[in-house]
Nanobody, 123 residues
Framework: QVQLVESGGGLVQAGGSLRLSCAVS????????MAWFRQASGKEREFVAA????????YYADSMKGRFVISRDNTKNTVSLQMNSLKPEDTAVYYC????????????????WGQGTQVTVSS
C-alpha cells in the first residue's frame, strides 16, 4: 500500500510560479512510475507529467513542456512539480499518482492517488 499526500497549492497571478510536492510513504518496491494529473471544474482528469521512480526519466504532456518540471528525490521520498509561467487555464486540482507498471498518460492505469491540492491562477 502506497500513501500520497500533495501540498504546495495556492493562489497566484498569471505568469507566476508554484512548486507542488507529493510525500510518498508505504510499500514502494512495486512502484515504478509517479505522475501528476490535474482536473479543472467540469472537465475530465488530464495528464500533466510522469517520472520513473528509480532512474528519474521524465515525460510531459505537450502543453506543459517548457513550463512545468517534474522531479523526484528518492532519499526524501518526494515527487515535485515546478510550475512556471502559469496561466488561468492551469487552474485545477492537482493530483499525485503512482503505479507499478510503466509510463502511461491514462489515469485509470494508476493504482494510488493523493487527495489533491488546489491551484488557482488569477488573471
Amino acid at each position: 500500500q502506497v500513501q500520497l499526500v500533495e501540498s504546495g497549492g495556492g493562489l497566484v497571478q498569471a505568469g507566476g510560479s508554484l512548486r507542488l510536492s507529493c510525500a510518498v510513504s508505504g510499500r514502494m518496491f512495486n512502484t515504478n512510475v509517479m505522475a501528476w494529473f490535474r482536473q479543472a471544474s467540469g472537465k475530465e482528469r488530464e495528464f500533466v507529467a510522469a517520472i520513473t521512480w528509480r532512474v528519474g526519466n521524465a515525460y510531459y504532456a505537450d502543453s506543459m513542456k517548457g513550463r512545468f518540471v517534474i522531479s523526484r528525490d528518492n532519499t526524501k521520498n518526494t515527487v515535485s512539480l515546478q510550475m512556471n509561467s502559469l496561466k488561468p487555464e492551469d487552474t485545477a486540482v492537482y493530483y499525485c499518482a503512482a503505479r507499478a507498471g510503466g509510463i502511461t498518460r491514462s489515469s485509470p492505469e494508476y493504482d494510488f492517488w493523493g487527495q489533491g491540492t488546489q491551484v488557482t491562477v488569477s488573471s
